[in-house]
């Protein structure tokens, strides 16, 4: 019976002991929870701020969206830290740090991938191989406007309007294309063109007609580059400059009027581009149409 009171004692003590240690830290506690509140708040409203300030200030809208979201991030983990102090747990918050460190760096071997892409977007953030709104196209095909750049994929939006999520570390280790930085773009036509055509007349008359191309830069010359014998044709590739930023529709536009521009001149200087030809030998040895070897077989025919 002794041992159950003094049990009971102990316990009422320790419960009494906890009551007054939170009733003497319910103040710090309601504090803590007010500055970390009121962090929330500043992080998101020094978010916006720091993005509006820094376009108006005309910094790369790349560049102001990380920085942006890294003063959120700061504030944030700032408040939190002031939060821990008001409640007298930095020692405690130490240990835990520490534990997390090596916490981390176990994750960090499981996790290579997504380090990888974090390290690569810090870099395409600040080296800026491209930026918002440019047309890339990477190593795999994916070809389209930067749509958004974060920590850990790069958005790029196609030309069918899809939107795909290529890894950051794709467009840091392996080659792409920056179709907008150079702020031109060559545009190819291939095409061909009879065996009994004057090959020196096709290449006027393409010329002429390229030249009148709206959209063509006239410090660029019109090339014309005979490429081989084909089956039925003697084909060539065509070129005409434009200048190519983000605008992929006007590449498509005037691709579309050099190809009627050049079939209408062909049109009305009767040249012409072949269907495909075929032509089927009879002979043994080649060279025999059919009608011959008809004539051939019906004269060998007993009477």
């Not at 990477?138 to 958004?148: A, E, I, K, L």
């Not at 020196?200 to 390229?210: G, W």
């Not at 930023?245 to 498509?252: E, I, K, S």
Request: proline share 2%; glycine share 8%.
């Amino acid at each position: 019976m002794e041992t159950i009171n003094e049990i009971s004692k102990a316990a009422l003590d320790r419960l009494e002991s906890w009551m007054y240690s939170l009733g003497s830290q319910l103040p710090n506690l309601l504090l803590a929870i007010l500055v970390f509140v009121a962090a929330v708040f500043v992080a998101k409203f020094s978010r916006k701020a720091s993005h509006k300030y820094m376009q108006q200030w005309r910094i790369n809208i790349t560049v102001s969206a990380f920085a942006s979201r890294l003063i959120h991030v700061t504030v944030l983990l700032g408040g939190l830290t002031l939060a821990l102090s008001i409640l007298d747990l930095t020692k405690t918050v130490s240990s835990i740090l520490a534990g997390l460190g090596i916490v981390g760096l176990a994750l960090g071997f499981a996790f290579q991938n997504t380090a990888a892409n974090f390290i690569s977007g810090i870099y395409i953030t600040f080296v800026q191989p491209f930026a918002i709104g440019d047309i890339i196209e990477s190593n795999d095909g994916v070809r389209g406007y930067v749509q958004d750049i974060n920590l850990r994929v790069t958005k790029v939006r196609s030309f069918d309007g899809h939107v795909v999520y290529v890894p950051n570390r794709y467009l840091f280790q392996e080659n792409f294309i920056n179709y907008s930085e150079y702020g031109r773009r060559r545009l190819r036509l291939e095409c061909g063109v009879s065996y009994g055509e004057d090959l020196q007349r096709v290449e006027e008359v393409s010329i002429k007609a390229l030249e009148q191309c709206e959209g063509r830069l006239e410090d660029e010359p019109v090339g014309i580059h005979w490429q081989g014998f084909g089956d039925s044709s003697i084909n060539f590739i065509a070129t005409v400059w434009m200048h190519y930023g983000r605008d992929h529709g006007a590449y498509v536009q005037l691709r579309n009027d050099c190809i009627k521009r050049l079939k209408r001149a062909y049109d009305e200087q009767g040249i012409t581009i072949p269907f495909p030809i075929r032509t089927l030998d009879f002979g043994i040895k080649g060279g025999v149409q059919l009608q011959e070897q008809l004539k051939v077989q019906s004269s060998q025919k007993p009477s």
